[in-house]
């Protein structure tokens, strides 16, 4: 398959990397309006052609597929133009600006029978697939709570708030494992340096008691990338900074037995072993980019498709508008 890749700044060297590794791709050409992201990409990739327009690559009737990997607020334009040019479309999260742009896309993807893959890249790491094989298989029991910290010093957006760089993370995570839409969401956050909310809480109540809570800051003087999963049975420790063992399943839990009133609750706390399941080792971007060709070639729908990116944008666009109400709760 012949890609064309928009966009060779923080990102898109990872995607031109992996993609000319890959036996049944190569990238034939890399559009980027900086000068000098230009010279980098010519300098490591002195075979394919590069240029400062983007229509080049979308018009190109030798590329197949094209890979969006600009910000947001390109996103739209450039893979609607790519779609009315027949070509299948990888595009970086988040999906789009707003909804309604998400819904556009989708339908002329669906009219011309073109596949929208969003680059969720965290769905295809060891570690998230281990999770949602251990809730598949019931080991954590009925699901009470998903509480992740995804917080560090920059690197700060120019155009979007720190939820909508580092939440879709979380969300697209949260999407595929709760495997629910949320009812309400409510969120919190504050602007400190560049007129965007540079710290942010947010939480999510979905259907049968379960409740998120995502923490996204460029302030803090960590890096933390910590992912708490509770469960009536057992509870699981994500922590993705970890070298070795990433994930860690505790049989910790609570058993409450009832006598006759509700003052009389008998409350036992569990504690069991503590086991680090084995993990895939894989690059995550690798194996997704991978899964698109074949999604491609096979003409199967992705499940990380454009329905599943505007899934996450509904949950960005309610989180802004609680945001701009001081955190009053927004019914999806």
């Not at 060779?8 to 590794?21: A, C, E, F, K, M």
């Not at 509904?314 to 109400?325: D, F, I, N, Q, Y």
Request: net charge negative; proline share 3%.
């Amino acid at each position: 398959m012949n890609f064309g890749v928009i966009g060779y700044g923080y990102w898109g060297p990872n995607i031109v990397r992996n993609l000319t590794s890959l036996e049944d791709s190569q990238v034939l050409a890399i559009a980027d309006m900086s000068p000098s992201a230009r010279a980098r990409a010519q300098k490591a990739y002195p075979g394919i052609r590069v240029t400062a327009d983007a229509a080049d690559v979308i018009q190109s009737t030798d590329i197949d597929a094209v890979a969006v990997i600009s910000p947001v607020w390109t996103h739209y334009e450039l893979a609607k133009a790519a779609l009315e040019n027949g070509k299948h479309v990888f595009v970086e999260k988040p999906f789009t600006s707003n909804a309604i742009q998400g819904e556009t896309l989708i339908n002329l993807a669906r009219q011309k029978n073109l596949t929208i893959m969003v680059d969720h890249t965290f769905l295809f790491t060891g570690a998230v697939k281990k999770i949602s094989q251990l809730l598949g298989e019931g080991t954590l029991g009925k699901l009470y709570y998903y509480d992740s910290s995804r917080i560090n010093l920059g690197l700060f957006q120019h155009d979007i708030n720190v939820l909508w760089d580092l939440a879709p993370h979380d969300l697209s995570i949260m999407d595929y494992l709760i495997n629910t839409s949320p009812e309400a969401i409510v969120a919190t956050g504050q602007k400190h340096l560049n007129g965007y909310e540079d710290v942010a809480y947010m939480t999510l109540y979905f259907p049968e008691k379960v409740i998120a809570h995502i923490n996204v800051n460029w302030l803090s003087p960590v890096k933390v990338r910590t992912t708490l999963i509770g469960g009536e049975k057992r509870m699981l420790v994500w922590n993705d900074l970890e070298a070795d063992e990433k994930v860690k399943v505790y049989d910790k839990g609570v058993n409450i037995t009832n006598r006759e009133g509700v003052y009389e609750l008998l409350v036992n706390y569990r504690s069991g072993d503590m086991w680090a399941p084995q993990l895939e080792q894989v690059e995550a971007l690798r194996e997704e980019l991978s899964y698109f060709v074949d999604c491609v070639s096979a003409g199967k729908e992705p499940f990380n498709d454009g329905c599943a990116g505007l899934r996450v944008v509904r949950m960005l666009e309610a989180a802004s508008e609680s945001l701009g109400k001081k955190g009053s709760l927004v019914y999806l």
